[in-house]
Each structure stands twice: as structure tokens, then as C-alpha cells.
């Protein structure tokens, strides 16, 4: 079993950053793949951002060159590095993981991993 902490989440304003992070706990194979995604009230879960073991990682659109994910093997940490945050960012996010390879496509799709965590929530205010 794998065990997925999120943290890091806030009340922000426009143009403000937060980093989220997720901790993970438990077997993951060398070929895993983790991910973010977000949900905001009314709306569909969101996939932005995965990242593979060996680095190759995909973006949502509506966050490139503002997100950066990122993963520190020796801390079994994942992060989310978000700048220049806008309202439509407010969401509860979550951080996601497979504990086996995961294609560069696939990254962003939430069938694809079978473990997640309980959700951090980030608020932007205009």
C-alpha cells in the first residue's frame, strides 16, 4: 500500500505562489509515476501535471509556464511549484500515484493511477 499526504495548500491572492507537496509513504516501485490533479466545485477533476520517474513530465495548457512539478526521489516528495496564481486555480488539489510505468500521455489521466490523497485546498482571490 502507498500512503499520499498533501500539503502546502492556502489562501493566496492574483499573481501570488503557493508550492504544494506530497509525501509519500509505503512500496513504490522504481517505475512509478505521480501526478496532480484538481477539482473545483461543479467542475470535473482536472489532470495538471504528472511527472515519470525519470523526469519526463506534462502539463495541463491553462498552467504552462506557471506550474512546475517536481520530485525529490530522497524525500519521496512530489511538488508543485504554482506562480502567478489566477482565481481559476482555486481548487482542491491532489496529489496521485502509480506504482508502475506510466506513459508521457497517460500522465495527466486520473484512471491511470491507483492511489491518491486526501486533497489540499488552494483559494486565489482577484
Known amino acids: 500500500q502507498v500512503q499520499l499526504v498533501e500539503s502546502g495548500g492556502g489562501s493566496v491572492q492574483a499573481g501570488g505562489s503557493l508550492r504544494l507537496s506530497c509525501v509519500a509513504s509505503?512500496?513504490?516501485?522504481?517505475?512509478?509515476?505521480m501526478g496532480w490533479f484538481r477539482q473545483a466545485p461543479g467542475k470535473a477533476r482536472e489532470g495538471v501535471a504528472g511527472i515519470t520517474h525519470y523526469g519526463s513530465s506534462n502539463y495541463a495548457d491553462s498552467v504552462k509556464g506557471r506550474f512546475t512539478i517536481s520530485q525529490d526521489n530522497a524525500k519521496n516528495t512530489l511538488y508543485l511549484q504554482m506562480n502567478n496564481l489566477k482565481p481559476e486555480d482555486t481548487a482542491m488539489y491532489y496529489c496521485?500515484?502509480?506504482?508502475?510505468?506510466?506513459?508521457?500521455?497517460?500522465?495527466?489521466?486520473?484512471?491511470?493511477?491507483?492511489?491518491w490523497g486526501q486533497g489540499t485546498q488552494v483559494t486565489v482571490s482577484s
Open positions: 509505503g512500496y513504490i516501485a522504481n517505475n512509478y509515476c
Open positions: 496521485a500515484a502509480k506504482s508502475a510505468t506510466c506513459q508521457w500521455y497517460q500522465l495527466r489521466v486520473g484512471f491511470v493511477y491507483n492511489y
